[in-house]
């Protein structure tokens, strides 16, 4: 019933640049935290950035590169990637905390969505 949709994945080399977006669908209320996770070949998911409130949170490897921005009247989020390097590559992952009215009975319901993941691959 709600949804996050990805955008922007591809390759890229080292040094370069790309941008992430993800938009959010549903009969969406409002939306609390989101945020970009990554989760390379063979490893862990992990948290790149995320915005709530206004206030932004990354890990310390995208620091100073990575830039995470919200337009909430549209829902959506974008990741600004600058200074790539081989080992940003990943599927990134948009993540969101929703609140949204169930199509079925009407009541409000909040849920953590995931998107389908978009892969970037950065070459040396």
């Known amino acids: 019933q709600v949804r996050l949709v990805e955008s922007g994945g591809g390759l890229v080399q080292a040094g370069g640049s790309l941008r992430l977006s993800c938009a959010a669908s549903?009969?969406?209320?409002?939306?609390?935290?989101m945020g970009w996770y990554r989760q390379p070949l063979g490893k862990q998911r992990e948290l790149v950035a995320s915005?709530?409130?206004?206030?932004?949170n990354y890990a310390d490897s995208v620091k100073g590169r990575f830039t995470i921005s919200r337009d909430d009247a549209k829902n959506t989020v974008v990741l600004q990637m600058n200074s790539l390097k081989p080992e940003d590559t990943a599927v990134y992952y948009c993540?969101?905390?929703?609140?949204?009215?169930?199509?079925?009975?009407?009541?409000?319901?909040?849920?953590?969505?995931w998107g389908q993941g978009t892969l970037v691959t950065v070459s040396s």
């Open positions: 993540n969101a905390d929703i609140y949204y009215r169930d199509e079925y009975d009407g009541r409000e319901r909040n849920l953590e969505v």
């Open positions: 915005i709530t409130n206004g206030l932004t």
């Open positions: 549903g009969s969406i209320f409002v939306i609390d935290d």
